[in-house]
């Protein structure tokens, strides 16, 4: 049961009712935007709600039994708003959000809470629209607490369970600092032939890149494929704007969570999150094939 402030409620129960929509959004770097579906800015607590033609939100769930709800709000990219860019950068990575309605005639007669304290999940970007799925706190018990058996390491490379230190390693160890040389794919590919003879095989394929300088500067992105022998970097998506010559980077060395690698390449068996010795289904099929005949 939503709370209604009384003001507000006999305002609902009147003949017609002049309600807005109204989202706060506080993006990871602790800025928070404003917007409502109202055709004219809404000034609620003193905060400036600004209108916005192309934000608005799909379907809504929620029940009262505590199962996961959410809603979804598509709105279109644009400079002082939600951008591409920032999105990109991971600001609205897990990005909480409020959202209420009011009466924009009168907003001091209170809100209807929709949404409290809810995060940003999943953010799909198509033909300059972006669509964020916003989840409820309940969501959180959805998750699985346990984790499952799998051959492969179940820990990112660089994190708390890894163990392995990629911020505080020397240049040239585990991660490279590195300046664009040539352009292959404007989006997508480029050389750094600094990089040629680091005799230790695809080492930055599978890693993090991040930019530094340059107008994709802030993004971070996965290289698809790095060649030791031409020093060409292929990543796994397209750069907002184009990759240009003396862009800077920094790239971490990849891992392809295979204990041979966790083992021979970064030295940090005791800290495989795997079980790649476990039969899998093959060889448990394998076994019932043999029975059978």
């Known amino acids: 049961m939503r709370y209604v402030p009384p003001v507000l409620q006999t305002h609902l129960e009147g003949d017609t009712t002049t309600l807005s929509l109204c989202w706060r959004i506080e993006r990871r ?30 379907g809504s769930e929620q029940s009262r039994d505590l199962s996961a709800g959410n809603f979804e709000i598509v709105t279109s990219l644009s400079e002082g708003g939600i951008t591409e860019i920032d999105i990109r950068k ?35 970007i198509r033909d300059l629209v972006a669509s ?3 989840l409820s706190k309940s969501k959180r018990l959805d998750q699985d607490a346990n984790q499952a058996y799998s051959p492969s390491c179940r820990a990112t490379l660089g994190d708390a369970r890894c163990g392995v230190d990629l911020e505080g390693s020397f ?29 230790q095989m695809e080492v930055f394929t599978n890693g993090k890149l991040v930019w530094i300088y ?14 030791p022998d031409t020093g060409r970097f292929d990543l796994f998506d397209a750069m907002i704007y184009p990759i240009a010559v ?15 690698t966790c083992r021979d390449r970064f030295d940090n068996i005791l800290n495989f999150r795997g079980e790649p010795y476990i039969p899998g289904m093959d060889a448990i099929l394998r076994f019932q094939s043999h029975e059978t005949t």
């Open 214 to 227: 340059g107008d994709n500067a802030g993004v971070e992105v996965e290289v698809k494929k790095w060649s």
């Open 132 to 134: 964020l799925e916003i």
């Open 29 to 58: 770097d602790s800025i928070e935007l404003f917007f409502t579906d109202h055709d004219c800015n809404i000034v609620v607590d003193g905060d400036a709600y600004v209108a916005s033609k192309g934000l608005g939100p799909t």
């Open 246 to 260: 003396g862009d800077v980077f920094v790239v971490y060395w990849g891992c392809d969570k295979t204990a041979q």
């Open 90 to 124: 991971g600001l609205f990575d897990l990005a909480t959000v409020d959202a209420f309605l009011v009466n924009w005639k009168d907003p001091s007669e209170g809100k209807i809470y929709l949404a409290r304290g809810w995060t940003v999940g999943q953010i799909e």
């Open 171 to 199: 240049p040239g160890t585990y991660r490279y600092d590195g300046e664009v040389e040539v352009v292959s794919e404007s989006g997508r590919a480029f050389i750094d032939s600094a990089t040629i003879d680091s005799g």
